[in-house]
């Protein structure tokens, strides 16, 4: 998943040449760059390509501003990338993917259907892993309180009062609540929990500033209570050390952050934070979270045998043997992959009933996105009501979507 | 100076200049009266998206880019007027803010917020770094000379570190648990956070960019200090001025070219103020111009970019320095007069 920092993580993994090991079924000769996120599950990935030799990955938390203009480039100049829901818009729009179709029956029998990406026939990505949002607490401070898990957001807000009186941790919440693309994602996950993806109507025009919008705002303000009070620059990292430092004592945070509280050279909570499914927004809503999946694409610019010898390396990447060794990094979709302590949570959150939706693969959301992210910080510094953060959100999001000539 | 000589010593740097600051600046105030945007079509398609258990599949119709023969998208380029200005500027709601008394309906447009932090960041900063410049330029002037060296040097330290680096310092000394937060906080005995409220945040602003560009004016200050004639001096001793009015009367007028010409370089750069913004991740309480503009160019996650309402912003941050720098420009530019 695209986590928006602003240190760019860039970890080079390069393997030129020297003999392929034993893990990988192949040599491969021709040579295969990379671009991808810079979390854990991409990291242990493209470790495992590299063993193919002649890889090269780059791991960029930016990457999104630069995958475009490198896949338009002729040839282009990677020869894979990792991407997600929320980042293969602009690739699908310009048309600079290349279906896997015949690669997937040449190379790919063994996939399972719910990995292939599909935009009409055409299989456009692989998916290695899913993502969502899981509620990782502390299990040794729960017991001890004798508190139980919340299941909803007003169970939530109770459970974090009588930690906030126990007085065991500096704050009882933490919440990826960075103003910008972060603070948008949370009140997303709220209103998708009320509402489902239907943050605009079929013709394009915006369908969030209602009643659920506003009650998304008021739940995410109300947690923002037993939060940091600088929560307005709290992005993921900084909620995971948070949690590694036992400095909170709940968290509803990424899936693919979690795996990091039991990281012994990090954390002071090792073995005593518990997941359990993201808590619903109110009876009968989804959890609070949506679906992201992450997963490879090959570029359309560069040649059959080039786009081959990536896609074997990708497979080769993406092996029963690379869960089995990284089975925490990640809920990974790949077969031989065992739920972890750490991940019980994001499974539960996956397969709830009514269970979240995934994040809308549509230039719209990136819109609504953006023009929340700029907007809603004015309601949570207290300098707008709710009404007016919706409706200012409304009006960027027409301004954005007349210039980017989606309405008229 | 022959006229080729000349021609031949600024012909380059004019090329340059032209090349890199004029074309692009011709070029953003183009862009800023049309929009550019994709032809889109409407598709009717089914999408299969990966989930736990099962893939989720839909059909819907969905805009998407038409594309031409060579795979890239068509866009259409249209004159709109001053609807970018517009988009920025927003006049309808500040006319309704203005009319209603609503300070707060004001700074709820993000234009005016910015423009209100630049500029009461802009006038604020700057007689403090030239009174601080000063300051230390005269102290280093009446060390003795063996210890001059070393205090130079350190007083120039602040000046020499990267912008963006010296705002991250100042930010994880000062957050929540930051070491100076913490011990400010064992000093008060209550809780401090110093980036949970704007006007604090604003303080430290205007710290960091004080104490980062006093140095600039104290070496200014420094030489022109160095040029002061003793004699002027001397003689004011003799008939009795005291410090202060050594300072007010023989010194101050004597360093003033300078002291305009480090106001103008504060000017421009204080308006600008950008680094502070994005080290101190302040964008919920408090932005600026310049990062308004940069807010815009971001592509978002479906790669969409505002990049005619950023070219609009671009124009006005340089219209608002113009405004700013013209009383001073003027005053030297009569003094330049006056001295022929």
């Known amino acids: 998943m695209k986590r928006k920092s602003l240190l760019v993580a860039a970890v080079l993994a390069a393997l030129v040449s020297g003999p392929a090991t034993a893990a990988c079924s192949f040599r491969n000769e021709v040579p295969v760059r990379i671009l991808s996120a810079a979390f854990e599950a991409w990291k242990s990935v ?12 780059s791991l960029d938390q930016e990457f999104r501003t630069k995958l475009s203009a490198a896949f338009a480039a002729k040839p282009a100049l990677y020869q894979m990338a990792g991407v997600s829901n929320t980042t293969i818009p602009p690739l699908l729009n310009q048309n600079t993917i290349r279906p896997l179709n015949d690669l997937v029956e040449k190379h790919g029998q063994h996939l399972k259907p719910n990995q292939l990406i599909k935009v009409g026939d055409d299989i456009v990505a692989v998916a290695m892993m899913v993502n969502t949002q899981e509620l990782a607490y502390r299990k040794d401070i729960f017991d001890e309180l004798g508190l139980e898990v919340p299941g909803t957001y007003d169970e939530l807000f109770e459970v974090a009062e009588k930690i906030r009186e126990s007085d065991k941790v500096a704050y009882p919440l933490g919440g990826t609540t960075m103003s910008g693309w972060n603070l948008a994602l949370e009140w997303i996950n709220f209103y998708a929990s009320l509402a489902g993806d239907s943050f605009v109507n079929p013709d394009g025009t915006p369908n969030f500033n209602n009643e659920n919008g506003i009650r998304a705002l008021e739940l995410l303000k109300r947690t923002t209570e037993y939060m940091d009070p600088e929560y307005l620059m709290s992005d993921s990292t900084f909620v995971q050390q948070q949690m590694q430092h036992g400095k909170i004592a709940m968290a509803n945070l990424w899936a693919s952050r979690v795996g990091a509280m039991d990281n012994e050279a990090e954390s002071t909570v090792v073995g005593k934070v518990h997941t359990a499914p993201s808590p619903i927004a109110a009876e009968g809503a989804r959890p609070v979270a949506m679906l992201y999946w992450d997963g490879i694409v090959i570029p359309r610019n560069i040649s059959d045998e080039a786009a081959e010898a990536a896609f074997r390396v990708a497979m080769e990447g993406l092996s029963t043997e690379m869960v089995q060794a990284h089975n925490d990094d990640a809920v990974w979709l790949i077969d031989g992959y065992q739920p972890g302590r750490l991940a019980e949570g994001a499974v539960a959150t ?30 949570f510094t207290g300098t707008k009501s709710a009404e007016a953060a919706l409706m200012a959100a409304e009006e960027e999001y027409r301004t954005a979507a007349g210039e980017a000539g989606l309405l008229h | 100076m022959r006229f080729k000589t000349f021609a031949c010593f600024v012909g380059p740097s004019l090329l340059l200049m032209v090349l890199f600051i004029a074309v692009p600046l011709v070029s953003v105030f183009i862009q800023s009266f049309h929009v550019t945007q994709p032809v889109i079509e409407r ?38 007027g001053l609807e970018n200005y517009r988009a920025v500027v927003r006049p309808d709601s500040v006319q309704a803010a203005i009319s209603s008394w609503n300070w707060p309906a004001l700074m709820a447009i ?23 410049g000063l300051t230390i330029a005269l102290a280093v002037n009446n060390t003795t000379r063996s210890i001059r060296g070393p205090v130079i040097f350190v007083s120039l330290l602040p000046y020499i570190i990267t912008p963006v680096i010296g705002a991250l310092s100042i930010r994880w000394l000062f957050v929540g648990d930051g070491i100076l937060t913490q011990a400010m906080e064992a000093w008060s005995g209550r809780q401090i956070s110093m980036f949970a409220q704007g006007w604090t945040i604003e303080l430290l602003m205007l710290f960091y960019r004080v104490w980062h560009v006093a140095p600039f004016a104290f070496v200014i200050f420094y030489a022109g200090l160095q040029t002061m004639n003793r004699d002027a001096i001397e003689a ?16 101050i007028p004597h360093l003033m070219p300078l002291i305009f010409f480090v106001s103008l370089i504060h000017l421009m750069d204080a308006y600008r103020v950008f680094e502070e913004v994005v080290g101190f991740r302040s964008q919920a309480h408090v932005i600026s111009l310049q990062w308004l503009t940069y807010d815009l160019l971001q592509p978002d996650d479906a790669g969409n970019r505002a990049v005619s309402r950023a070219s609009a912003s671009a124009m006005l941050t340089m219209i608002g320095i113009v405004i700013l720098l013209v009383p001073l420009l003027r005053k030297s530019w009569r003094d330049h007069k006056g001295v022929r």
Request: glycine letters at 8%; hydrophobic letters at 45%.
């Open chain 1, 46 to 57: 493209t470790d495992a390509m590299a063993e193919c030799g002649n890889v090269t990955a």
């Open chain 1, 350 to 379: 996956a397969t709830a009933d009514p269970g979240p939706v995934p994040y809308p693969m549509t230039i719209e959301m990136g819109l609504v996105h953006s023009a929340i992210g700029n907007q809603i910080s004015g309601f």
């Open chain 2, 43 to 80: 598709i009717e398609t089914e999408r299969c998206t990966a989930g736990f258990l099962e893939q989720q599949c839909s059909t819907e119709i969905k805009n998407v880019p038409v594309l031409d023969e060579r795979g890239s998208i068509v866009t259409t380029t249209r004159f709109v």
């Open chain 2, 110 to 132: 993000d234009f005016w917020k910015a423009l209100r932090f630049t500029l009461s960041f802009t006038l604020i900063t700057l007689p403090l770094v030239i009174g601080l």
């Open chain 2, 236 to 251: 004011a001793m003799m008939d009795g001025a005291s410090r202060f009015e050594r300072l007010r009367y023989v010194i």
